[in-house]
């Protein structure tokens, strides 16, 4: 039942008719946010959305059984509007860095460079690693 009033993500089947939804909390219960932006792997056996509630990450999912979500990102920057690659293999999206990025010292010592401004992000699903595509506009 979808009863929760925010925007969901729904997969239609065309051979059997059959409508799931996708956007869904782990277990299948409705989501407390909207979900939004959906994008489709190329064979159909993944989807992946924005959710947002208070922030905005990108998930992604089992499309077959609407099951099996895995957060993407899960940072204090807006993400969104993902698209899979070609192969499926990983998940290019878009993301502000706001305020309160820039240089960072990590607990190893290295300075890590966080641009401010909208990028271009690509996650390989695989290695789970992040890489920028594009400098902040």
Known sequence: VDNNTVT??????????????????TGGAQANGASINPSLSAD??????????GWSDVWAMDATTGFNAGRL?????????????ADGASVVYSSYRGPGS????DADGSVTVRPEGWVVVRRDLNSNTETLLSDPS
């Open 102 to 105: 820039g240089a960072t010292v």
């Open 73 to 85: 990102t899960d940072d204090e920057w807006t993400d969104t509007a993902p698209v899979f690659s």
């Open 44 to 53: 159909g056996m993944r989807a992946a959305f924005t959710f947002t509630d």
């Open 8 to 25: 969901d993500v729904f997969l239609h089947d065309r051979n059997d008719a059959s409508t799931v939804r996708v956007s869904v909390e």
